[in-house]
């Protein structure tokens, strides 16, 4: 019986210690508006609320008038962070993020409402620039000419040029 007991006991220890060695890290997104007031910066922490860098991440944008825009293999940079336009149009962005978790890491989710004040009332990254906004915040200035430029402006077949990829 005591032998029993003995294998019971060390098959519990094995199986506790086993969860602490393959146990994942809890995660959480914080959400903020950027000083400029039309983006929004996505910072993944760890429990230790350490950034979590170099992970991908799925973000949805909904706009004041209801259209959304999904983006669904983006990348946090070194520093866990990056950060999205939302728009010139004043009114309420609603931003949804998910990370769905890898080896290391828990998943996680979270929807956040930032509103825009300021703004002529356009709602794109040309309105962006020919509201006087570029080169103050150099992050985003890359960010939209990288990647919301040619998704809106050469990939929209009401306006493109031929420039498109």
Not at 4 to 21: A, E, H, Q
Not at 79 to 100: A, C, D, H, P, R
Request: proline share 3%.
């Amino acid at each position: 019986m005591n032998k029993i007991i003995l294998i019971i006991l060390c098959l519990l220890i094995f199986i506790i210690g086993m969860s602490f060695v393959s146990a994942k890290e809890d995660t959480h997104f914080e959400i903020e508006k950027d000083h400029s007031g039309y983006s929004s910066i996505i910072t993944l922490k760890d429990s230790n609320n350490n950034p979590v860098p170099k992970v991908k991440f799925s973000i949805k944008i909904t706009k004041p008038n209801g259209s959304t825009r999904t983006l669904s293999d983006k990348k946090l940079n070194s520093t866990g962070q990056n950060i999205f336009f939302l728009g010139s149009t004043k009114g309420n962005y609603v931003i949804t993020v998910e990370f769905k978790g890898n080896s290391n890491y828990n998943p996680t989710k979270l929807t956040k409402t930032i509103t825009v004040t300021s703004g002529k009332g356009g709602n794109s990254a040309l309105d962006y620039f020919e509201n006087g906004n570029y080169g103050l915040n150099q992050k985003k200035d890359d960010y939209i000419d990288d990647n919301y430029w040619y998704e809106e402006i050469y990939d929209n077949p009401y306006n493109f040029d031929g420039e498109g990829y």
